[in-house]
């Protein structure tokens, strides 16, 4: 079992490795004659400055970036000690699979029926506020307010929205309801979002990472560096989208066999290599990809899996957070293995 699970471990000299090669992708993302062939994007957001205080208000906020999307009413102003203060109303909508991987038109028409429902709880139809959209996804920005899909990750596949302004089928969605309007005043990557609300709490916050259902990364640079934009005066946060990077075979030898599986039966094989090493999406499917390992070996459950077990998603990420959380006396482990049909033994629990 060791030394099945050795396997994952880098040591510092290949972690440097790993460090060196993505400074390299990060830099090539970031030169206009290199951009194209860059695994690291280095995308522009135009997103110059980080908040300064003056924003006051009542604001809508829209999060999608994975399988459920967020509605936010965000209220901005000063407590009694002229301290930021920030009140949070939210729902979670979950997206439906046909919406997934549908049309745009199916995507975004199901968005602005959640807004409108949000909208309707909230009695706040009748207002026309300022809104944010967070969007997770790979965006070629051409403003702060006008977005172009590059490509879908996570398990997104909504036709006729690669190579279209993002933020314009969002507004088309919201004429076709015609029961509510709304300013889009701007779009950014989840990263971007993260790191400007970390600022409310700690003015030195420059760098935003994801490690959720994807994984990725935003940072404030020097705008004579981004060559994408003209400009070389002041700075602007970049979306690294590093999820990407091993696009040109930078992390061939670090790929296990578990991963070039999960890679091999996604429904985007060859892409967001480096996202399928380590992020929730692909968690559970890899772990589940050793246990069968395991069992194959004679190591586990008497070498016999249940028909949950061989079924590809059958371990779901959540199982892998829930085992590492459990307390020592084994029971949430021997339930999720039950739930799963295996019954483990003592020894199963513990490995």
């Given at each position: 079992v060791e030394q099945i699970l050795s396997e994952f471990r880098l040591n510092k000299e290949g972690l440097r490795e790993v460090m060196k090669r993505m400074q390299f992708e990060m830099d090539r993302g970031l030169r206009l004659e290199t951009h194209k062939e860059a695994s690291v994007k280095m995308l522009p957001t135009y997103v110059c400055s980080t908040p300064e205080g003056s924003e006051v208000g009542d604001f809508l906020a829209l999060d999608l970036g994975g399988t459920n999307f967020r509605v936010?009413?965000?209220?901005?102003?000063?407590?009694?000690?002229?301290?930021?203060?920030?009140?949070?109303?939210?729902?979670?909508?979950?997206?439906?699979?046909?919406?997934?991987?549908?049309?745009?038109?199916?995507?975004?028409?199901?968005?602005?029926?959640?807004?409108?429902d949000f909208l309707g709880k909230h009695h706040i139809k009748h207002k026309k506020l300022p809104l944010g959209f967070t969007f997770s996804f790979p965006v070629r920005h051409e403003d702060i307010d006008k977005g172009i899909l590059l490509?879908?990750?996570?398990?997104?596949?909504?036709s006729g929205a690669e190579g279209n302004n993002i933020v314009g089928l969002l507004r088309d969605a919201v004429k076709r309801r015609g029961d509510f309007e709304m300013d889009v005043v701007a779009m950014v990557n989840d990263t971007v979002a993260t790191m400007i609300s970390c600022y409310y709490e700690d003015h030195s916050c420059e760098v935003g990472m994801i490690v959720g259902t994807g994984c990725n990364?935003?940072?404030?640079?020097?705008?004579?560096?981004?060559?994408?934009?003209?400009?070389?005066?002041?700075?602007m946060c970049v979306n690294t989208e590093w999820g990407a990077f091993g696009a040109n075979g930078e992390l061939e030898e670090f790929r296990l066999e578990y991963d070039r599986v999960v890679d091999e039966s996604s429904i985007n094989p060859g892409q967001q290599l480096y996202e399928k090493l380590i992020s929730g999406k692909y968690m559970g499917e890899l772990v589940r990809l050793v246990l069968i390992k395991l069992v194959n070996e004679g190591l586990l459950f008497n070498g016999e899996a249940s028909e949950p077990l061989k079924?590809?998603?059958g371990f779901e990420t959540r199982?892998?957070?829930?085992?590492?959380?459990?307390?020592?006396d084994r029971k949430q482990i021997y339930n999720i293995l039950s739930t799963l049909g295996v019954l483990p033994s003592e020894l199963d629990c513990d490995m």
């Amino acid at each position: 079992v060791e030394q099945i699970l050795s396997e994952f471990r880098l040591n510092k000299e290949g972690l440097r490795e790993v460090m060196k090669r993505m400074q390299f992708e990060m830099d090539r993302g970031l030169r206009l004659e290199t951009h194209k062939e860059a695994s690291v994007k280095m995308l522009p957001t135009y997103v110059c400055s980080t908040p300064e205080g003056s924003e006051v208000g009542d604001f809508l906020a829209l999060d999608l970036g994975g399988t459920n999307f967020r509605v936010m009413l965000v209220k901005v102003g000063e407590d009694e000690e002229r301290r930021w203060k920030v009140e949070t109303k939210n729902q979670m909508y979950s997206i439906p699979e046909d919406a997934m991987t549908g049309t745009a038109e199916m995507l975004f028409d199901y968005i602005a029926e959640c807004i409108s429902d949000f909208l309707g709880k909230h009695h706040i139809k009748h207002k026309k506020l300022p809104l944010g959209f967070t969007f997770s996804f790979p965006v070629r920005h051409e403003d702060i307010d006008k977005g172009i899909l590059l490509n879908w990750t996570k398990g997104f596949k909504a036709s006729g929205a690669e190579g279209n302004n993002i933020v314009g089928l969002l507004r088309d969605a919201v004429k076709r309801r015609g029961d509510f309007e709304m300013d889009v005043v701007a779009m950014v990557n989840d990263t971007v979002a993260t790191m400007i609300s970390c600022y409310y709490e700690d003015h030195s916050c420059e760098v935003g990472m994801i490690v959720g259902t994807g994984c990725n990364a935003c940072y404030m640079e020097e705008m004579r560096t981004v060559e994408l934009v003209e400009g070389e005066e002041g700075r602007m946060c970049v979306n690294t989208e590093w999820g990407a990077f091993g696009a040109n075979g930078e992390l061939e030898e670090f790929r296990l066999e578990y991963d070039r599986v999960v890679d091999e039966s996604s429904i985007n094989p060859g892409q967001q290599l480096y996202e399928k090493l380590i992020s929730g999406k692909y968690m559970g499917e890899l772990v589940r990809l050793v246990l069968i390992k395991l069992v194959n070996e004679g190591l586990l459950f008497n070498g016999e899996a249940s028909e949950p077990l061989k079924t590809r998603g059958g371990f779901e990420t959540r199982f892998v957070s829930q085992v590492e959380s459990d307390s020592g006396d084994r029971k949430q482990i021997y339930n999720i293995l039950s739930t799963l049909g295996v019954l483990p033994s003592e020894l199963d629990c513990d490995m």
